[in-house]
């Protein structure tokens, strides 16, 4: 048990606006193998909290926790795919895109004075929240991590930026799991339930079967399993863990 306390960070299910609510597509990435914790794994673009994360614009966000996942989260998926989940990024040509994602990739302009400079803002109406998952302690690495459903921009493309990624696409959610299925990839539990949430389609019920399941409310119980024959089991009791109090969008 590595017994580190949880890092709070945001992932993003990328959906396909203009799919098929029936068998809904989304954009899943590849970690790169060089990557200590979960290198070669599928999983969302994501990552850890950053200092001025919660000085991005939000509106209608429930609280200012989160505002501030809600903006790693739009930061998280701009650096890591090249997606501009911001309201007026429509404005943007691509080449304009890719020149604020510089700005940021080089340190000359921060997350919150980019979009400021550029009167950009993120509403907390395009994340849908869709559940927590905290690693379980016998991991190396923590993270308590905010998870989102967001729909693709029209006319932005998702393009992996080289780096802690090695490859992403579009795949239907029943595909992806039933890779997952025939032991053709290696998935962790969050996203193993994301898939298979979604695999069901974009119901009116979705929400509540993101949420489920224990695991899903920052809860540790029973076993994670990574790969269709490999199962890991927590060795200790629920830790107790203060639960944020949030509107479900």
Known sequence: MSGSEPKDAAAVILLRHDGDPLQPELFWVRRSEKLAFLGGFYAFPGGQLDGDDNEAPVINAASEAESAMISCAARELFEELGVLAARKAETLTSGQRASLLDDLESGRM????????????????????????????????????????????????????????????????????????????????????????????????????????????????????????????????????????????
């Open 110 to 249: 921060s997350w919150p004075a980019l979009l400021k400079h550029y009167q950009l803002y993120l509403d907390a109406n395009d994340f849908t929240y869709v559940g927590r998952w905290v690693t379980p302690p016998f991991s190396a690495r923590r993270f308590d991590t905010w998870f989102f459903l967001v729909n693709c921009p029209t006319k932005q493309e998702p393009q992996v930026i080289p780096g802690e990624l090695e490859t992403g696409e579009w795949i239907s959610a029943r595909a992806a799991y039933e890779r997952w299925q025939n032991s053709e990839v290696l998935a962790v539990p969050p996203t193993l339930h994301a898939l298979k949430t979604l695999a069901g389609g974009l119901t009116d019920d979705l929400i509540e079967r993101f949420l489920s399941v224990p695991n899903a409310q920052a809860s540790l119980s029973g076993a994670s399993s990574f790969a269709p024959t490999t199962f890991a089991f927590p060795c200790a009791h629920r830790l107790s863990h203060r639960r944020r109090t949030l509107t479900v969008i």
